[in-house]
């Protein structure tokens, strides 16, 4: 079946640094990944969309800047926070989507703590 | 652009009785509507998909019937359990990128 991990699960990080997550998609070819935030009381907020051999698209409110992503091949993509805050705490989620099945496939969410 | 409304908030249930979330949409093109539901603590999982031939998608009890003429995607169960209580989000992919409502905390009672 379709499974899609991230790592870490939770992590805490102090306010300022910066932190790296990871993505993989098994089972499938993900055509496309996309990164979200759920924050407290907040529905989901889309990041970026990464697609193969397409430019990485931010929406609007994240930039490159705070959160480059790194998607090298179909099953693997990351993205690092870089130097967070308090209102970057959340659940960051990986959706890869399986072209063949016009379907998205969430991880289970990396947990982000600022302390 | 592409917009999902749900109902909002919370509903709260009696098991047993019937379950229905509404959800509508906007889009420029005819999109896959999906339903994801999420328990605490956890990631969201796939429900339900709408299909493109326009038959009705079940898992678990629920079901869902997209309506083009209304834009609807309805999620409905007739007999509410203890175990549906989560969180409920509606979204369509009009494309890679799915868009989401802002989901309904569903709570079912004894």
């Known amino acids: 079946g379709a499974l899609v991990y991230q790592y870490p699960r939770r992590t805490i990080c102090k306010s300022g640094t910066s932190m790296r997550m990871e993505c993989q998609a098994v089972g499938f070819q993900a055509t496309s990944v996309a990164w979200y935030r759920q924050s407290p009381q907040k529905t989901f907020e889309l990041i970026a969309l990464?697609?193969?051999?397409?430019?990485?698209?931010?929406e609007q409110n994240f930039t490159q800047e705070k959160f480059p992503i790194s998607h090298p091949n179909l099953s693997f993509s990351s993205m690092t926070v870089l130097n967070a805050y308090l209102e970057d705490r959340g659940l960051y989620l990986c959706?890869?989507?399986?072209?063949?099945?016009?379907?998205?496939?969430f991880g289970p969410g990396t947990r982000l703590l600022v302390l | 652009g592409d917009s999902v409304t749900q109902t909002e908030g919370l509903v709260t249930l009696t098991e047993g009785l019937p379950v229905m979330l509404n959800c509508t949409y906007q889009?420029?093109?005819?999109?896959?509507l999906f339903w994801y539901v999420q328990h605490l603590n956890e990631a969201p999982k796939l429900l339900l998909k709408?299909?493109?031939?326009?038959k009705r998608p079940e898992h678990q009890g629920f079901h869902a019937t997209l309506h083009k003429s209304s834009s609807s995607f309805h999620l409905q169960k007739s007999s509410a359990q203890l175990s549906d209580s989560a969180l409920y989000y509606c979204?369509?992919?009009?494309?890679?990128?799915?868009?989401f409502g802002g989901g309904t905390r569903l709570t079912v009672r004894p």
């Open positions: 959706g890869a989507r399986d072209w063949g099945q016009d379907t998205q496939y």
């Open positions: 990464s697609t193969v051999n397409s430019a990485i698209k931010y």
């Open positions: 979204a369509l992919s009009a494309g890679a990128k799915l868009t």
């Open positions: 709408s299909f493109t031939d326009n």
């Open positions: 889009s420029t093109y005819s999109p896959f």
